[in-house]
C-alpha cells in the first residue's frame, strides 16, 4: 500500500453549504462598480485577509494562458488598477494581448466578483504618486527583483536587495520597468452561494455607454 495514500486529503468530500444570503436583480446597484464598492465595504467589516487580493488572469497571443494573485489598489468608472513589473510575464502578455480576467475569491463570506476587460497601461504621474506611497522596503523590492526571472537561489535575492539598499540611501527612484494598469470593465459578475449550489449569478454587461444586467445557472 503506498504510504502516501495515508496521508492524502479526501478532495471530494471536502464540501461547504452555503447559506448567508441571496441575491436577486432588485439587490443591485445601478452601476457594477456602486455595486462591488458595496460588496468591498462588506469584506472589509467582516474582517477577511486582504480583501483586495484577486486573481489576474492573461493569456498570449495564441491562448496559452496563466494565473497569480495581484493586490487591487483603486476603482472608478473607469476600471479596476493594479500595479507591477511590466517586465514579468504578465507585463508581457498584457502588452501582447490586453484581454485578462480578474478574480476576487471572498470565500467567508461566500461570495466572488468576477471581471472581464482590457488592461492599458496608468500614466506616469499615477505611478509616480502610488510608488511613493509604498513602504520603503516594497521601493527598494521593485528594483532589486527581476520578476519572473529565474534565479540561482535566495542568497542571489538578498544580495540584489542589499545592492540596491545601497544604491538608494535615501529617496527611492521610480524605476522605469515598474508601473500599473486600469482593466476597463466590461463584464462584471456578482456571485452569491446559495443551498445546493442553487448560487446566485448576476451579470453586468457594457452596452456602449448604459449597463445590461442578466441572471446566470448555477
Request: proline share 8%.
Amino acid at each position: 500500500m503506498d504510504p502516501a495514500a495515508d496521508r492524502a486529503v479526501d478532495l471530494a468530500a471536502l464540501r461547504e453549504e452555503y447559506a448567508r444570503g441571496g441575491l436577486d436583480l432588485p439587490d443591485l446597484e445601478p452601476d457594477p462598480v456602486d455595486m462591488f464598492a458595496r460588496w468591498m465595504r462588506d469584506a472589509v467589516e467582516a474582517g477577511m485577509y486582504e480583501p483586495n487580493a484577486m486573481v489576474l488572469s492573461t493569456a498570449t497571443p495564441d491562448g496559452v494562458p496563466s494565473s497569480r494573485m495581484v493586490l487591487l489598489k483603486g476603482v472608478d468608472a473607469a476600471g479596476f488598477v493594479f500595479f507591477t513589473n511590466h517586465a514579468s510575464r504578465k507585463g508581457d502578455e498584457l502588452a501582447a494581448n490586453p484581454r485578462c480576467a480578474l478574480l476576487l475569491p471572498w470565500h467567508p463570506v461566500e461570495r466572488q466578483v468576477r471581471i472581464e476587460g482590457t488592461a492599458a497601461q496608468l500614466p506616469r504621474e499615477e505611478v509616480e504618486a502610488y510608488f511613493r506611497s509604498r513602504p520603503r522596503g516594497a521601493q527598494l523590492g521593485a528594483w532589486a527583483s527581476r520578476q519572473s526571472s529565474v534565479v540561482p537561489s535566495r542568497a542571489t535575492l538578498a544580495a540584489d536587495f542589499a545592492r540596491v539598499e545601497e544604491r538608494f540611501p535615501d529617496e527611492v527612484d521610480v524605476p522605469e520597468h515598474w508601473g500599473g494598469y486600469r482593466v476597463r470593465h466590461e463584464v462584471v459578475e456578482f456571485w452569491q452561494g446559495r443551498p445546493s449550489r442553487m448560487h446566485d449569478r448576476l451579470v453586468y454587461r457594457r452596452d456602449g455607454e448604459r449597463w445590461s444586467v442578466e441572471r446566470l445557472a448555477p
